[in-house]
């Protein structure tokens, strides 16, 4: 549907608190239990999914943490997060059989913004190697649900696809054919051998708090801006809790 563009109205959300990013990344590289991590000999490989218009790199220093705790980890292979969700949810996907094959274990995904949706079909998509799913302020409900900067990237970048710009997501992604089972499952109930996890915080200036409250997962509100969510000290509490769970589960 060339020229439609994405369809949706912005929000108004609260953009100053993104100016936090400083001041919580500061927090967490002076926190103890950032710098030394306890390390599980049972720790759970996980893959790493970026979130809009961000690519692995945008993760680094979850993936370096978690690596410090004994996690075999995997990158989703995306440098620009702009791609038809299919595509990407196919990338990723290839990622995560290879981790799962090579540490003989289901794995956890944490995916940021629109990468927590990706992580979550890719978990309904693929139960029997997923354990839990993580979703860092995914507005899995509704995805369009985002600020006006936002919402102008987001039909920026289909304009360019619907002008035939390879790896980037056009508007027939939102309403066409070539998404359709992956909307259905972005709305599909979760696994119920798949554990999810939706962190939230009140004061997101890029998407509503409200569309990040999947039903089928466990809700964590925490003090954290939309981007610091990867930064964010009571983050980084929340997503230890999770993962040493995950070592006392497999050790038994």
């Known amino acids: 549907m060339p020229g439609t563009f994405v369809l949706g109205e912005p929000v108004d959300l609260p953009l100053q608190g993104e100016l936090r990013y400083g001041f919580e990344l500061a927090r967490l590289v002076t926190d103890r ?11 759970p490989p996980v ?7 961000a690519g692995d790199p945008s993760l680094a220093l979850l993936r370096n943490w978690v690596q410090r705790r004994g996690s075999d980890t995997e990158v989703s292979g995306i440098w620009l997060n702009v791609d038809c969700s299919e595509r990407a949810v196919r990338g990723i996907e290839t990622r995560l059989r290879q981790l799962a ?5 289901r794995v956890v995904l944490i ?10 079909v890719v978990a309904v998509r693929n139960p029997d190697l997923v354990s839990t799913v ?4 995914s507005p899995v409900l509704a995805p369009l649900k985002v600020g006006r900067a936002v919402m102008a990237a987001v039909r920026s970048v289909a304009r360019l696809g619907d002008l035939g710009m390879p790896g980037v997501f ?9 998404c359709a089972a992956y909307r259905d499952q972005l709305r599909a109930a979760v696994p119920g051998d798949v554990d999810a996890v939706a962190v939230y915080s009140r004061t997101d200036g890029i998407v509503s ?3 990040c409250l999947d039903p089928g997962a466990l809700h964590v509100e925490v003090g954290s801006s939309h981007s610091g969510m990867s930064a964010n000290r009571e983050v980084y509490a929340v997503l230890a809790g999770i993962l040493d769970s995950e070592a006392q589960r497999w050790s038994g």
């Open 134 to 137: 993580v979703m860092l302020g």
């Open 33 to 43: 239990g950032f710098l030394t991590p306890s390390r599980h000999a049972n720790a």
């Open 111 to 120: 995916g940021q913004s629109r990468g927590g949706e990706l992580a979550r």
């Open 209 to 211: 708090w409200h569309a």
């Open 47 to 53: 893959l790493l999914i970026p979130g809009f218009m």
């Open 170 to 178: 056009s508007s027939e992604c939102a309403v066409g054919d070539c």
């Open 101 to 105: 094959e090579r540490s003989q274990r």
